[in-house]
């Protein structure tokens, strides 16, 4: 793809995402669902322009693609529709861990890994517990928050031991443990928000924290070897 081109794609993600940031923060609803899905599909089309789609590079494609699915289901209101877009992200987020799993740190790594995975999801399960007692939150969707917020920490501890997997370059893998970590805030705020546990301009910072996320993760897949 010639470098221009390159430039215009960027420039389109950058307009996009500024101008969908500053749709949500303002409260104008219509122009923030409007821009939403042209941030991911911006990114998905600048991904796809550098290079070969590889074994490396293929779980995340579709991780991306399934995040669009994901934003678009999200858009309208109702619990189906959320629910929809919680499925389209949990496979997501799987991709996103065969992505990241392709090379395996060392057994020691692994078992370190392990155990923040079981500890965190104890820590999840407690909080979803404790919040929920208050809320007004459907308590048959609970099961589904906490497999959800299992994943979501899966994939962010995968993302976030990129820093001792072979043939990562320190750059690279600090982007990919950052949007890691980003992609965990932004669905915990998510998550809170359904518990009626909301932060201020929460709308903004989850979808702020989320666009950051995905333009680290990709950013650091594409300074792997092809």
Same mark, same amino acid.
């Given at each position: 793809?010639?470098?221009?081109?390159?430039?215009?794609?960027?420039?389109?993600?950058?307009?996009?995402?500024?101008?969908?940031?500053?749709?949500?923060?303002?409260?104008?609803?219509?122009?923030?669902?409007?821009?939403?899905? /042209?941030?991911?599909?911006?990114? +998905?089309?600048? %991904?796809?322009?550098?290079?070969? =789609?590889?074994?490396?590079? @293929? #779980? $995340?494609?579709?991780?991306?693609?399934?995040?669009?699915?994901?934003?678009?289901?999200?858009?309208?209101?109702?619990?189906?529709?959320?629910?929809?877009?919680?499925?389209?992200?949990?496979?997501?987020?799987?991709?996103?861990?065969?992505?990241?799993?392709?090379?395996?740190?060392?057994?020691?790594?692994?078992?370190?890994?392990?155990?923040?995975?079981?500890?965190?999801? /104890?820590?999840?399960?407690?909080? +979803?517990?404790? %919040?929920?007692?208050?809320?007004? =939150?459907?308590?048959?969707? @609970? #099961? $589904?928050?906490?497999?959800?917020?299992?994943?979501?920490?899966?994939?962010?501890?995968?993302?976030?031991?990129?820093?001792?997997?072979?043939?990562?370059?320190?750059?690279?893998?600090?982007?990919?443990?950052?949007?890691?970590?980003?992609?965990?805030?932004?669905?915990?705020?998510?998550?809170?928000?359904?518990?009626?546990?909301?932060?201020?301009?929460?709308?903004?910072?989850?979808?702020?924290?989320?666009?950051?996320?995905? %333009?680290?993760?990709?950013?650091?897949?594409?300074?792997?070897?092809?």
């Amino acid at each position: 793809m010639p470098d221009w081109a390159n430039l215009v794609l960027l420039i389109f993600i950058c307009l996009v995402t500024l101008a969908n940031w500053i749709a949500i923060w303002r409260g104008n609803l219509a122009a923030y669902y409007i821009t939403k899905p /042209l941030v991911l599909l911006g990114l +998905i089309a600048y %991904f796809i322009t550098q290079g070969p =789609i590889s074994a490396t590079r @293929l #779980p $995340f494609l579709l991780g991306l693609s399934l995040s669009l699915l994901g934003d678009i289901f999200l858009i309208p209101r109702g619990t189906r529709w959320f629910m929809a877009g919680m499925g389209a992200f949990s496979l997501a987020h799987l991709c996103y861990i065969w992505g990241f799993n392709t090379v395996m740190p060392s057994a020691t790594v692994m078992f370190m890994a392990l155990f923040a995975l079981l500890a965190g999801n /104890l820590i999840i399960h407690l909080t +979803i517990d404790r %919040f929920a007692a208050s809320s007004e =939150i459907n308590k048959l969707l @609970l #099961p $589904f928050f906490k497999g959800y917020g299992i994943l979501v920490l899966a994939m962010a501890i995968s993302a976030m031991l990129c820093l001792a997997r072979p043939g990562w370059s320190d750059l690279a893998a600090v982007m990919a443990g950052t949007g890691g970590i980003l992609f965990f805030i932004s669905d915990a705020m998510i998550g809170l928000d359904k518990l009626d546990r909301r932060l201020p301009k929460y709308k903004f910072w989850i979808i702020f924290s989320y666009h950051l996320a995905q %333009f680290l993760i990709v950013a650091a897949v594409l300074l792997l070897p092809v």
